[in-house]
Structures are given as C-alpha cells and as structure tokens.
C-alpha cells in the first residue's frame, strides 16, 4: 500500500519537476550538471534540481530527486563535520543548502577498498591508475590488503583525469601539506562510511 502511494505521488508531480531556477538577486548563477548555484562573495546558495545526467548531459527530470539528493547530503555534512570541517551552513528548504564559499581544489581524491570501475578497466588493460598498478592475478571485485587513495584532477568539463600523487606534487597543483590534509581527511571520511 505504502509503495503504491509513493509511486501514485510521484506520477502525479511528472509535470511538476524543478528543471532549472533563474532568480535574480541571490548572486552570480552558475549552472551545473544538476545544481543551480548562486555565488555571492562569502555564501553560496545551490540549489538541487530535479536533473538527470548521464554522460555528463542532462537527459530529463524526476520527482523530488533534487529534495533527496540535498537531503543526503545535508544529512551526511552533518554526521562528519567533526572528522573534517566541510562548507555547510543550513538548509532553509529541501532543495537548497547555503554554503560558506570555498576555493575549488583541482584534484578530487578517490579511495578504494576495492578493484572495480576504471581501475579494474585499467587493470585490464594493463595500465596504472593514478601511478598504481594492482599485482598480476588480481580478481574483479577483489578487496586490497590496503585502503588506496587514486587521486584525479578535477575536470571543468568532460571526465575526470587520473593522476599520481608525484605528478600533483611536481606540478604544483596543491601545496604537499594540503595534499596530505586531502589525502587524510578522504580517508577518514571512507573508514566512517564503511563502519
């Protein structure tokens, strides 16, 4: 009964999706793949729409997809910011989160338990991951001996590039103390999830 309800809900507000907002006001609009967001000097208002994207297009709409994804969010920034101080302010509405504004870091830190999606493709392959490669006669799904971070620079658009911790090292792209805080922080965010 309850399932029905919800799916009943959800068909009813077909036409009702939030695709995008243009408020003016509220600061310089950026959009994104599926947030709205607007910048003003120290806050940042995004605001979660009901967009789809799959390879990196915004193929349609849905239902309080755009409620649930700040939802989640909020709630997580909530339950870590003790492991590590994140951007979150409030969230005055189910859609919207107003954040402290930050300086983007162009690397983004990926850490694995696992070989699985384009490490394992890479694998295959016979190619590294972010410096990385995994000893011979590993399986797919295969659990590491040792959490891994694979860090990849964080792309304007397109996907994602993946990255040694030398190369952003020699490169400059972050102080290494700063790299280390990343590296650090993603790890202890990874063991909170997994417990």
């Not at 239902?63 to 909020?74: C, D, E, R, W, Y």
């Amino acid at each position: 009964m309850v399932t029905e309800n919800i799916e009943k809900l959800i068909k009813e507000q077909l036409n009702f999706t939030l695709r995008e907002t243009n408020f003016t006001g509220l600061g310089e609009l950026y959009r994104g793949k599926v947030r709205d967001n607007y910048i003003q000097e120290n806050v940042r208002i995004i605001i979660a729409s009901d967009r789809i994207s799959s390879f990196d297009r915004v193929i349609t709409t849905i239902p309080f997809k755009g409620q649930m994804l700040n939802q989640v969010s909020a709630y997580w920034f909530g339950k870590t910011n003790k492991i590590v101080k994140n951007h979150f302010i409030e969230s005055p509405d189910p859609n919207v989160s107003v954040v402290k504004q930050c300086e983007t870091m162009p690397i983004e830190m990926i850490v694995r338990a696992y070989i699985t999606g384009t490490m394992w493709r890479n694998y295959l392959k016979g190619e590294a991951t972010s410096g990385i490669l995994p000893p011979k006669g590993i399986k797919k799904n295969q659990k590491f001996d040792d959490i891994i971070v694979t860090p990849s620079t964080k792309a304007v658009t397109g996907h994602d590039i993946y990255i040694s911790k030398e190369q952003v090292l020699a490169e400059k792209m972050v102080d290494k103390e700063i790299y280390e805080q990343m590296e650090e922080a993603a790890v202890k965010l990874f063991e909170f999830g997994q417990e």
